[in-house]
Every structure is written in C-alpha cells, then in structure tokens.
C-alpha cells in the first residue's frame, strides 16, 4: 500500500525502484521523499510512514529470532478480522520411493489414483528432471513436461513435470490441484545429502582426476606404464566414431585408449613431468617395476596395519556430547559457517566422542575458518574436564590466538593463558604453574610448550597449527601426545609426506575448501625488480585507503630496502618488522600497522603467520625464488582477507639465475588462483618434492617410478586385502576393469561440448564413478551446464551402468553386434556355475558355452537401446542364483 501511494507523488520510477532495491537505499532518499509529499494533498489520518517503520531489516530479524533456539512454523488459522488471511492449502503427504520394492512409485501411485485433481512434480533443475522422467517412466507414469506454471494452467494433462526448486509442495484446496516437491519423494535428508556432495571436494580426487592435465604431461596407465599424454582423438573403428586418448611411450610409440577405460590413466605424481620415466610398450620393463612396488607395497600395508591395531588398541575416555552450553558457544560465531567449516567441525567433534585417540588434518585456506574448528574442540575439551595446548609456530601467531580465544572464550568461565617470549619471566612462571595445577583451561604457545618443564595435569586436546613449521625433533615430542589424547593438526598447505598419510589413511583428513561470502581471489604476478611498477602498485593501494606489505627476508639490509621504499614512495608512511626486535618493540609496530598509523611495513617472514589486518591488500615478496612453496603460498594469504580484490607481486632474479625447482614453484603460485586451491598446491608441492615414504625417511622410492596415484592405489588394494585375512596376490593386484563395445557410439560430441579439457575430465568422472548414484548425479550436473544429453552421451552412461554391473560378476569383456554377442568371464566369477547352465537349458539355441571363459548368445538387436536391454537381463539374470 505505502508503495501504490508513492507513485501518486513520484511519476519518475527511479526513486521507487530504489526504494524497493534496498532498506538503506529507501533511508537515504526519505527526506526528499516527505518533501514532495507535503507538496501534494495528503490524508492526515494516513501519514506517510518512514521506512523504517514499515520495513524490518533483516540484520535485525535475525538479532530478533537469535533470542530462541528454534523457530518452527506450523499450520494455524487466523480469526477473520481484517487485515488476515487464511490461505487454501495444506502441506502434501510424503510419497517416499523405495528402490528396494517391486513397485518403487507404489506411494505415488496411490496418491494419483485417489486425488481427483491435476498434479505437478517440481524438480529441482533440468537434470533432475530428465532424472526423474526416466525413474517414473520406469514405473509407468507418463508427466507431461511445462515449462512454468501458466503452461500447467494452460494445460490439460492429469500429470505434469516441471523445474522448480521447491523446498516443500502443497495442495491447493479451492483449485483442486497437488504440487508435488523431490522432498516429498526423496526425503529432506537425502536432497541435502545430494546437494552437499555437489559442492564437496574431494580430497582424493583432486589428486587422480585429470583436471589439470596438459599436453606433454606424464600419465600412468595402469597395464603399460608412465607415457605422455597427447591429447583426445576422434577415430572410425568399424564404422563406429569412437573417442580415444592418445598416449606417447619410449622410442615414439602410441597407444590409443578408449574414453570408456579411462579409470585406467592417472596424473603421473612423483617427479617433474619431464624427468618422468616413460616406458616402452611390449617390453617387460613395466611389469618389472609395478612388481617392485608392489613388494614393498605388501610391507608397507602390514606395517599400517600394525599402527591401526595400535590406534585402536589405545584408548581414551571420550569427551561429553554437545550440550546446550556448545550450542550457544556455536551461535556466538558472528559468521555463517561454511558446509565444508561445518563437516569439519562434524568429523572432529564425532571423533572426540569415540574412545580411539583422535589424529585429524584440517585443511583449509588462509581466513577459511580453521581457527573457529579448534575453537569448537576446546570447548568442548574444557566442557569434559580437559586442558588444551594450542602449539602455534611464532610468537606473533600465538598473540593472535591468545587475542582471538580471549574475545571469543571471554562469556565463559575458562581460563585462557599464552606462553611466548612477549611475557615475562614472572608471568611465564606462574602460567608454568596453572598447566601444571590444572587452573588453566587453554594454553596457546610457540615451541615453549613442548619443553621438559611443561606437564599438563589433565590433557585432553592437542592442537598444533601450521605443522610445516615444526622440524622432527618437535614432532618427536608430539608423538608421546598421539597415542594418550585427542590431535587436532591445523594446515593451509600440508607437507608432501602429511598429505600422503591423510590420504592413504593413515591420518583422518577434512579440507575447507569453501571460501567465506564474498572473497576474491588473488592476482598474482611474477616480475623482476622494477621500480615503476612497485610505486605503481603500492600508489594504487594506498590510494584506495589499503596497506601494503614489503617482505625483505634479510635482517642485515632491511633498513636499506626501507630507504630505498621511502626514496621511491615519499607519500607512504613506512615501518620495519623483523624477529631480532625487541619483543616490545616488535608488538608495537603490528600493532601500529593494525590500527594503520603507517601504510607501508617492510618486513621479514616474521609475517607468515602473523595477525590478521583487513585493511593490507598488495604484498611485495623480494627474492620470491629463495621461498618453498608452502611458505609463499602462505605469505601470499596475509593478504585478500575481505572483500576487496588483493595482489600479491613476486619479485624475482632473471629466469637463468634461478633453479628448475624455484621456477616450478612460481610458476605452480602464480597459476593456483583459485580460492580454496591449498589442498591441490600441496599437491604440486608433491610433485616438485617427491611424495616421501609413508614410514621410512627416503623422500622418494617406489613411488616415483609407478607415480603417486598408482603407489596409493595397489597400498588401497593391499591393505584391504590384509583386512579380509588374504595374502596380497603380487601377480594379480592389478585393476579389475570391464571393456564393453556395443559397436555404437558413446562418447560426449564435440558439437555437445567442444573443449577439449573439460571432455576429458567428464570422461575421467564417468570411468571413476563408484555406483549407479554418482552416475545418475553425473548426468544431472551435464544436463544442467550443457543442455540434454544428446543418444551417445545417454549410450556412454548406460555403458558404464552396465560395467558397474559386470564388474560384481566376474566379468572381463562384453562384445555386442546386430545379432549376437559373447561375455568373457574371469578365471574366478562370481556367478554360479549352475546359474549358466540352467540359462542354456532353458534357451539352448539362444545361449552356448565357448570354451571355459566364454558365453555366446544370440538375439536380435539392431540399434544401441535394444542392445543395452538384452545385455542388462542378461546381467540380471547371472546375478540371480539358481533355481
């Protein structure tokens, strides 16, 4: 109404359009908006109104619905005074389809036979749809599909289908009409579910998926050894277009791969690309070397095994349940959590619950939420009685954390201490005295906490941040820690051998890979020194009211650079930070640089893990070849920690007077822009480092002749068949893989989708998925970015069903033409041998044996769909046991 009456006074539409844009936009122009309504006839008993009279701001709402733990919203009925209404409808039942019944619709059936009016079915996308419309088509109902909801007014048919990302459905009374939501047929939980696994990464994919796999790139292919990856080749095979990837061995040999094996291929990790060591096709070179490993696999999976029986034989008494006390904790976080915070958050509290002795990596960027996971854990450490070192690896990263749980722990009776070089003798004494008493709750602290005088009286968790800090002697000194109590490890880029552990199992791994609202990117450049564009850049900051960092990581000729810095940049203010100050002094220049008071800080790696300053946006890295990789990405995250768009400048000698492993690392920082990218540089870090041995000190091995992925993948094989009480079979740890020509085609057209590159990484998506689900997913996700999939595409994931299938009964290859086919089984099926022969008793001129391993059949099939029925009863019907 305060709207319509507006426009009786404002016939120019761009006020309202802001007034309706924003509550603050509305705020801005009230003035002038009662000005010229006093300048027109008014109703005195209707005053126009301020907005904020009339609007509630949604920062307010939520201050408001903060004060109850829940808000719940049921149905109710208003009494019919004016100005209420009561709506004609009621919420839907739940039609759950069960894929476990004969009938798997038979709810929905139900519901459509005994409602006698229209229904529609909203789906959340496209491809949920198209999903959906197989599913019910299956089951004998044929939706018609609209577009929108005037299409299924217009339309007459009992049963629609549409996309609408509904929450709920409802029934309309007076229109007699039932939308119907996927909630009501899959469960709110399970559309959660599918919608976190969209958005989750997954940490050991980002190692053996293709993503980032370039032309000339090492690639291991699992039956002949490490080539060169050369690209995607279309090639006619029997009059059939069939796409291969073309691979390049020793001494110029090729071998063309169909797109359907690609879980075969994997990025080669282990060594720089071109010191890869290809092998030669037809020789026994690889086999030779896949053995090796394999060997010194089998060791290494019984030695895992043994440190699983350890974990699990020790034991500790399990921390509290959360209470209502946590949940308040949790609320007072003044952020939203991201899903991947909140998983995190979820793995670490359920592993503090159990009796095993917790050992978790949290992954996640720079100003990704880690701190707010550990905050969480020593809740609720200290709820359950426990103490909690905090081990951080400078003293600046220890003042912040000690800052940072005092403002965050301060409504709550614990006792937050630190111990750095910043306090004195006195007071390091007396917080010496409350660990051992038990009088202090948390304690935050550099390398001072794991010496000798340090003796905790009821230790429950230990949290150590940036582990790539820390050398081996400190980690010596942890170990006394893992077996007794909870670890929590905190790390934006994990070191090579850390990642190599998490992901083989060993350590239990979380990754925040989600970046906060808002959050850019950093651009990043690589340049030799220039004066020009140093002034330029830092001029550029400066003058949008931001801070730069100058990192100079030589003590000796600091002061020069600051010279130098104030020669060039006399409109910049200027300070210099390095850790042989003073330790007062020292605080009181990050501090400065905190509350601005200087715009520019020339400083040494001290920074690495320093406090957290909004306001620095543009960072200078001198001498960037002489940093790891870790180290720099680290560097580089001091900066882009708000909204506003960060530049990290990494200054360099020229490209002859630096090392390969120095150039690589540049080159690996400055491609890595991605926010959330720490996990997949560690991995580069990986690659450039050697993977190093999961328990021995060598940095390299095995490994890097067969590559990281395969290494990981036979150790996988390996331990679980030391778990299933079998003998690894050295001579037959190789994949079981199922080749199925259909002598159709069934691949992805490049008139469908033309890159290259993304191809092949839904190729490689495809071949590795695990079950019917994460292939039914697949199809979704491609028909909402590229439109509905085209016969071959439908023909290339009815393919990969059918070999998920296969794969369960033993079989090695399924050849398919216009009138018949043969099924080669392993020398092991998992068929029973009656179930065969029962079949070609039945059908004897339809099905006969060929040899021990082969079955023939034949039927008439002439295009793609015929044959993908006959060859998924057939499957069926071997599954089946015999009669």
Same mark, same amino acid.
Request: charged content about 25%; aromatic content about 6%.
């Given at each position: 109404e305060?709207?319509?009456?507006?426009?009786?006074?404002?016939?120019d539409? =761009?006020?309202?359009?802001?007034l309706?844009?924003?509550?603050?936009?509305?705020e801005?122009?009230w003035?002038?908006?009662?000005i010229?309504?006093?300048q027109?006839?008014?109703?005195?008993?209707?005053?126009?109104?301020p907005?904020?009279?009339?609007?509630?701001?949604?920062?307010?709402l939520?201050?408001q619905?903060k004060?109850?733990?829940?808000l719940?919203?049921?149905?109710?009925?208003?009494?019919?005074?004016?100005?209420?209404?009561?709506?004609? /409808?009621?919420m839907?039942?739940?039609?759950p389809l069960?894929?476990?019944q004969?009938?798997p619709?038979?709810a929905?059936?139900?519901?459509?036979?005994k409602?006698?009016g229209?229904? #529609?079915?909203a789906?959340?996308?496209?491809?949920?749809?198209?999903t #959906?419309?197989?599913?019910?088509r299956?089951?004998?109902?044929?939706?018609?599909?609209?577009d929108n909801w005037?299409?299924?007014i217009?339309?007459?048919?009992?049963?629609?289908?549409?996309?609408?990302?509904l929450?709920q459905?409802?029934?309309?009374?007076v229109?007699?009409?039932a939308?119907?939501a996927?909630?009501? #047929?899959?469960?709110?939980?399970?559309m959660?579910?599918?919608?976190?696994?969209?958005?989750?990464r997954?940490?050991d994919?980002?190692i053996r998926?293709?993503?980032?796999?370039t032309?000339?790139?090492a690639?291991?292919?699992?039956?002949?050894?490490?080539?060169r990856?050369?690209g995607?080749?279309?090639?006619d095979?029997?009059?059939v277009?069939?796409?291969?990837?073309?691979?390049?061995?020793?001494?110029?040999?090729k071998?063309y791969v169909?797109?359907a094996? @690609?879980d075969?291929i994997?990025?080669?990790?282990?060594?720089?690309?071109?010191?890869?060591p290809?092998?030669?096709?037809?020789?026994t070179?690889?086999?030779?070397?896949r053995?090796?490993?394999?060997?010194?696999?089998?060791?290494?999976?019984?030695e895992?095994?043994?440190?699983?029986?350890k974990?699990?034989?020790?034991?500790k008494?399990?921390?509290?349940?959360?209470?209502e006390q946590?949940?308040?904790?949790?609320a007072?976080?003044?952020?939203?959590t991201t899903?991947?915070?909140?998983d995190?958050?979820?793995a670490v509290?359920?592993?503090?619950?159990?009796?095993?002795?917790?050992d978790?990596?949290?992954?996640?960027?720079?100003?990704?939420?880690?701190?707010e996971?550990?905050?969480?854990?020593?809740f609720?450490?200290v709820?359950?009685?426990?103490?909690?070192?905090?081990?951080?690896p400078?003293?600046?990263?220890?003042?912040?954390?000690?800052e940072?749980?005092?403002?965050?722990f301060?409504?709550?009776?614990?006792?937050?201490?630190?111990?750095?070089?910043?306090?004195?003798?006195?007071?390091?004494?007396?917080?010496?005295?409350?660990?051992s008493?038990?009088?202090?709750?948390?304690?935050?602290? =550099?390398?001072?906490?794991?010496?000798?005088?340090?003796?905790?009286?009821?230790?429950?968790?230990f949290? @150590?941040?940036?582990?790539h800090?820390?050398?081996?002697?400190?980690?010596?000194?942890?170990?006394?820690?893992?077996a007794?109590?909870?670890?929590?490890?905190?790390?934006a880029?994990p070191?090579p051998?850390?990642?190599?552990?998490?992901i083989?199992?060993?350590?239990?791994l979380?990754i925040?890979?989600?970046?906060?609202?808002?959050?850019l990117?950093?651009?990043?450049?690589?340049?030799?020194?220039?004066a020009d564009?140093?002034?330029?850049?830092?001029l550029?900051?400066?003058?949008?009211?931001?801070q730069?960092?100058?990192?100079?990581?030589?003590?000796?000729d600091?002061d020069?650079?600051?010279?130098?810095?104030?020669?060039?940049?006399?409109?910049?203010?200027?300070?210099?930070?390095?850790?042989?100050?003073?330790e007062r002094?020292?605080e009181?220049?990050?501090?400065d640089f905190y509350?601005?008071r200087f715009?520019?800080l020339?400083?040494t /790696?001290?920074?690495?893990t320093?406090?957290?300053?909004p =306001?620095?946006?543009?960072?200078?890295?001198?001498?960037?070849?002489?940093?790891?990789?870790?180290?720099?990405?680290q560097i580089r995250?001091?900066?882009?920690?708000?909204?506003h768009?960060?530049? $990290?400048?990494?200054?360099t000698?020229?490209?002859?007077?630096?090392?390969?492993?120095?150039?690589k690392?540049l080159?690996?920082?400055?491609s890595?822009?991605? @926010?959330?990218?720490?996990?997949?540089?560690?991995?580069?870090?990986?690659?450039?480092?050697?993977?190093?041995?999961l328990?021995?000190?060598?940095?390299s091995?095995?490994?890097q002749?067969?590559?990281f /992925?395969l290494?990981?993948?036979?150790?996988?094989?390996?331990?679980?068949?030391?778990?299933?009480?079998?003998?690894?079979d050295?001579?037959?740890?190789a994949r079981?893989?199922?080749?199925?020509d259909?002598?159709?085609?069934?691949?992805?057209?490049?008139?469908?989708l033309p890159?290259?590159?993304?191809r092949l990484?839904l190729?490689k998506?495809? $071949?590795?998925?695990a079950d019917?689900?994460?292939?039914?997913?697949?199809?979704?996700?491609?028909?909402d970015?590229?439109?509905?999939?085209?016969?071959p595409?439908?023909?290339?994931?009815?393919?990969?069903?059918?070999?998920l299938?296969?794969?369960?009964?033993?079989?090695?290859k399924i050849d398919?033409?216009?009138?018949?086919?043969?099924?080669l089984f392993?020398k092991e099926?998992q068929?029973?041998?009656?179930?065969?022969?029962?079949?070609?008793?039945?059908?004897?001129?339809?099905?006969?044996?060929d040899?021990?391993?082969?079955?023939?059949f034949t039927?008439n099939m002439?295009?793609?769909?015929?044959r993908i029925?006959?060859?998924?009863? #057939?499957?069926d019907?071997?599954?089946?046991?015999?009669?």
């Open positions: 305060q709207t319509a009456r507006l426009t009786d006074y404002l016939p539409n =761009t006020l309202l359009v802001q309706n844009d924003t509550f603050n936009a509305a801005l122009f003035q002038e908006i009662q010229r309504y006093r027109h006839s008014v109703d005195p008993e209707r005053p126009l109104l907005p904020i009279n009339v609007f509630v701001p949604v920062e307010e939520f201050s619905f004060q109850w733990q829940r719940q919203c049921q149905n109710f009925e208003l009494d019919g005074s004016a100005g209420n209404s009561n709506y004609a /409808t009621v839907p039942p739940s039609l069960n894929s476990k004969d009938r619709c038979e929905l059936h139900q519901f459509i036979d409602f006698s229209r229904i #529609l079915i789906a959340e996308s496209a491809g949920r749809r198209e #959906l419309l197989d599913l019910l299956k089951n004998q109902l044929q939706p018609k599909v609209v005037d299409a299924f217009n339309e007459n048919a009992p049963l629609c289908i549409t996309v609408a990302p929450e459905g409802l029934l309309l009374q229109e007699n009409i939308v119907v996927e909630t009501q #047929l899959f469960g709110q939980q399970v959660q579910r599918r919608r976190r696994s969209r958005k989750k997954d940490s994919a980002i998926n293709l993503a980032e796999l032309i000339g790139d690639v291991v292919h699992e039956d002949h050894g490490v080539g990856y050369l995607l080749q279309t090639l095979v029997g009059d277009a069939t796409e291969y990837v073309t691979l390049e061995y020793a001494k110029g040999d071998l169909p797109v094996s @690609l075969l994997s990025r080669y990790s282990g060594s720089a690309p071109e010191l890869a290809l092998h030669q096709l037809g020789t070179q690889w086999e030779k070397a053995r090796r490993a394999a060997e010194k696999v089998r060791d290494v999976a019984a895992l095994l043994d440190i699983y029986a974990r699990a034989a020790n034991k008494p399990p921390m509290q349940s959360p209470d946590y949940e308040a904790f949790s007072a976080f003044p952020f939203e899903p991947d915070q909140q995190a958050i979820d509290i359920a592993d503090m619950q159990s009796e095993t002795p917790m978790r990596l949290v992954c996640g960027d720079v100003g990704f939420g880690k701190t996971v550990a905050m969480r854990a020593a609720l450490a709820q359950s009685g426990k103490q909690v070192l905090v081990l951080v400078t003293t600046l990263l220890a003042q912040q954390h000690y940072n749980f005092k403002d965050r301060a409504d709550w009776p614990m006792r937050v201490e630190v111990l750095s070089r910043f306090r004195s003798k006195k007071q390091l004494d007396d917080v010496k005295s409350a660990i008493e038990g009088t202090a709750d948390i304690v935050i602290g =550099t390398h001072k906490l794991l010496q000798q005088d340090i003796d905790p009286k009821r230790l429950g968790l949290i @150590l941040d940036e582990e800090r820390f050398g081996v002697t400190q980690k010596e000194q942890l170990k006394k820690y893992r007794q109590i909870d670890v929590l490890t905190l790390t880029t070191i051998r850390t990642l190599n552990m998490s083989s199992g060993i350590r239990d979380s925040i890979a989600t970046a906060p609202a808002r959050r990117a950093i651009k990043t450049f690589v340049l030799q020194w220039n564009k140093i002034r330029e850049g830092m550029r900051e400066i003058k949008r009211g931001g730069v960092y100058f990192l100079h990581n030589k003590v000796e600091i020069r650079v600051a010279r130098e810095l104030e020669t060039l940049m006399p409109e910049a203010r200027i300070a210099v930070a390095h850790g042989q100050m003073r002094e020292l009181q220049v990050m501090l509350h601005q715009n520019v020339v400083c /790696t001290i920074i690495e320093g406090i957290d300053v =306001t620095a946006n543009t960072i200078f890295i001198d001498r960037a070849d002489k940093l790891g990789l870790a180290q720099l990405y995250g001091r900066v882009g920690r708000s909204h768009r960060a530049y $990290a400048y990494l200054i000698p020229p490209q002859q007077a630096m090392t390969a492993d120095a150039i690392r080159e690996a920082i400055e890595i822009e991605d @926010l959330g990218a720490g996990f997949t540089l560690a991995t580069h870090d990986m690659e450039i480092r050697g993977a190093g041995e328990l021995g000190d060598e940095q091995g095995q490994m002749e067969i590559g /992925t290494y990981n993948e036979l150790l996988e094989r390996a331990v679980n068949a030391l778990k299933s009480g079998k003998t690894p050295l001579d037959n740890m079981h893989t199922v080749e199925i259909l002598h159709v085609p069934a691949l992805i057209p490049s008139d469908y890159d290259v590159h993304t990484v190729y998506r495809i $071949a590795a998925a019917k689900e994460a292939l039914r997913e697949l199809q979704v996700e491609m028909i970015r590229f439109g509905l999939l085209p016969e595409v439908q023909t290339l994931f009815a393919v990969h069903e059918l070999r299938k296969a794969k369960t009964i033993g079989i090695r398919v033409y216009d009138q018949g086919g043969r099924l392993d099926p068929v029973e041998p009656m179930t065969i022969i029962q079949l070609i008793q039945k059908q004897p001129s339809r099905f006969k044996l040899g021990q391993d082969k079955l023939r039927d002439p295009d793609a769909e015929s029925m006959v060859i998924d009863t #057939l499957l019907n071997l599954l089946k046991p015999a009669a």
